[in-house]
Nanobody
């Protein structure tokens, strides 16, 4: 599956921003979708994930501030970010992992995700 992320930009602390990731090439509902981020000089970290049936998983650092969702009809996954903080500044990447079992679980590790978008930059000023 090919992924195209968009929606990044420069915002102030406390602002909101929504990222989008459009998928193409495969059956979207066959994939678990996730957002990761990577700040300069830091390792890539998990942000949020959503399964085909809309189950979700969040990193502790964004729980209660970010919402991940997907529109299976539009082959798109979203990340609604609110109460943004300067420490949220990073390149945000969407990722896809094929569903291999009806008993799937969502992963915070980047390892199972085998398709990645190009990244969209979010900068939060204080």
């Amino acid at each position: 599956v090919q992924l195209q992320a968009s929606g990044g930009g420069l915002v102030q602390a406390g602002d909101s921003l929504t990222l989008s990731c459009a998928a193409s090439g495969r059956i979207f509902t066959s994939y678990k979708m996730a957002w990761f981020r990577q700040a300069p000089g830091k390792v890539r970290e998990f942000v949020a994930a959503v399964g085909p049936r809309h189950t979700t998983l969040y990193a502790d650092s964004v729980q209660g501030r970010f919402i991940i969702s997907r529109d299976n009809a539009k082959n798109t996954v979203y990340l609604q970010m609110s109460s943004l903080k300067p420490e949220d500044t990073a390149a945000y990447y969407c990722a896809a992992e094929p569903v291999r079992s009806i008993y799937y679980s969502l992963s915070k590790s980047p390892d199972p995700y085998n398709s990645w978008g190009q990244g969209t930059l979010v900068t939060v000023s204080s």
